[in-house]
């Protein structure tokens, strides 16, 4: 997933990263130590700590690349000169993408992590929900978004629903981590009622 923003990277610090990102996401962080990141990327210890402090910092690491990627086509789907509706549709599209490989435990873990590792999130997310409050109003301007809900309301919303994610029954009820995502952006942005486009 982050492959495209570190194309440029020493090579050996690309495939820690490659390597750490797969295994994070399909067996959580807790679980993978760095000799088994090392061992599978195939490169040494002291080549890690080369360019990492510790497993905590790789973590961050790739959790800020996330964050830029995902920004990114973020920006490029808000500049584009469609109807609020396809824009929305395209970032759904880019979530179901991007949560495909993440495993229930990665996610248990990126949301509900240490201290350390909370804050760091929150940093991030904050540095980012500005642009989407933004692209919100834009829709408002334009028509496309109900102009007496405030933006604030609906990010309080949308951080209400993705704490469902620590009812472990219910995210495991669901055969992938990315089927639970869908689910809540779904019915966030459809509610109860059937999508328009149901039967194309």
Not at 65 to 80: D, Y
Not at 144 to 173: C, D, G, H, W, Y
Not at 182 to 194: A, K
Request: proline content about 2%.
């Amino acid at each position: 997933m982050i492959e495209d923003i570190i194309k440029d990277f020493p090579p050996k610090k690309k495939q820690i990263l490659v390597t750490a990102e797969d295994l994070f996401f399909r067996f959580g962080i807790k679980r993978i130590s760095i000799e088994e990141i090392c061992s599978t990327a195939k490169v040494s210890k002291m080549t890690f700590y080369k360019y990492f402090k510790n497993k905590l910092e790789l973590v961050k690491y790739l959790w800020f690349l996330m964050f830029e990627e995902g920004m990114k086509k973020f920006e490029e789907i808000e500049n584009m000169d469609i109807s609020f509706q396809e824009k929305v549709e395209l970032i759904l599209k880019m979530k179901e993408e991007s949560s495909k490989k993440l495993s229930h435990e990665f996610a248990l873990e990126y949301f509900f992590s240490n201290d350390e590792l909370r804050e760091f999130f929150n940093q991030m997310y904050k540095k980012n929900i500005g642009a989407f409050i933004d692209f919100f109003k834009n829709g408002q301007i334009k028509g496309e978004v109900r102009t007496e809900m405030k933006p604030e309301f609906f990010i309080a919303a949308v951080n209400k629903l993705m704490e469902l994610v620590e009812n472990k029954r219910l995210v495991q009820s669901y055969e992938t981590y990315k089927d639970f995502v869908l689910e809540v952006n779904n019915f966030l942005y459809y509610g109860i009622f059937p999508r328009p486009d149901k039967n194309k």
